[in-house]
């Protein structure tokens, strides 16, 4: 990819279209928006391969996240959270707990961070 320097930020064009990134939200997404994104995003999109393969019915996952950042450190991104909101048909938490597992292990943006953030994944089922 390749980066080129504008008025507070940097842009790259992708297939999908410009992507604008700045450590200002004015001028762009900030940095550690698009790591938490990537994280965030890999593991639902892994969560969702492997629940279809096990034809569970899914109807939707909502993916909310929490960071913690250490300002003594550059704003370093120390942990983050994901947390699935799963809505389906006679889903089970032990088969759920199993899918998570998978999940981790299979999702490469987690695999990527592993041993500098610590990443936690938890869900619930809801109605």
Do not use: W
């Not at 996952?61 to 048909?89: D, S």
Request: net charge negative; hydrophobic share 40%; charged share 30%.
């Amino acid at each position: 990819m390749k980066y080129t320097m504008k008025e507070g930020g940097f842009f790259t064009e992708l297939p999908f279209g410009r992507l604008d990134v700045s450590g200002d939200e004015e001028f762009g997404f900030r940095p550690y928006q698009l790591l938490v994104s990537s994280i965030a995003v890999c593991s639902g999109g892994v969560l969702r391969k492997i629940l279809e393969k096990q034809r569970m019915e899914i109807e939707d996952i909502e993916i909310q996240t929490e960071v913690k950042r250490n300002e003594e450190m550059a704003n370093r991104v120390e942990e983050v959270n994901v947390h699935f909101l799963i809505k389906g048909k006679d889903l089970k938490p032990v088969k759920l707990q199993k899918a998570m597992e998978l999940t981790r292990k299979n999702c490469s943006m987690v695999q990527s961070v592993i041993g500098s953030i610590d990443v936690t994944e938890t869900f619930e089922i809801v109605e």
